[in-house]
């Protein structure tokens, strides 16, 4: 499918998620946010920040992970000691396998269990799919991603959505990247993880979710 960007509604209609953000804030600096989804999900990718939903107030710092529930019509962040990076995720997704943040560099060492790939490839990362849909929403670095079968550029505010069953990967990186992995609701034989064809069986992609 094609690259999503931040703030935009553009989602192909079988996306759980609907809409995201990647939003940078300067020390001090603060951000209300309108509520837009039936569900909400803020990752803190970078610094150390403030988190404020109705009568909550959450700390935030690398890897803090927030279900946004509750009535409220607004929450709050505030960048704190320094600069701070928030991915905020909305949508109608139904149940969420799995979400966080992931890291790719160059060749680092890590085995690379994944099934044979006809593209070039310098990373340890593994070609994979799942019984789920996944998003990838890079924050910082870029490099080439391979949904589909399709190669795409993609940079800070690049989201790449992959339906079930759909192999991908992320085969090379011009600068290190970081990005937020999001896993909607486990179908078919519901396995958890990335699975291969070699070790699994043969994928079975959904094929309208492109």
Known sequence: MPITKSGEDCAPAWCGLRYFEVVTLVKGEERVFARRGRKEKLIVGEGCCEIRCGDRVIAGEYKTNVDLTGADEHFAV?????PATVVWMCGDWMRETASGIFAVAGADGREDRGDAVDYPKETSFDSHYHDCDEYWIVFAGCGVAVSEGQSYEVEPGDC???????????PQVHEP????????????QCRKGHLWEHTHGAAVPRAERV
């Open 78 to 82: 505030r960048a704190l000691d320094g």
């Open 160 to 170: 790449v959505a992959t339906g079930m069953g759909f192999h991908h990967d992320f």
């Open 177 to 188: 990247v970081r990005a937020v992995y999001f896993e909607t609701e486990l179908e078919g």
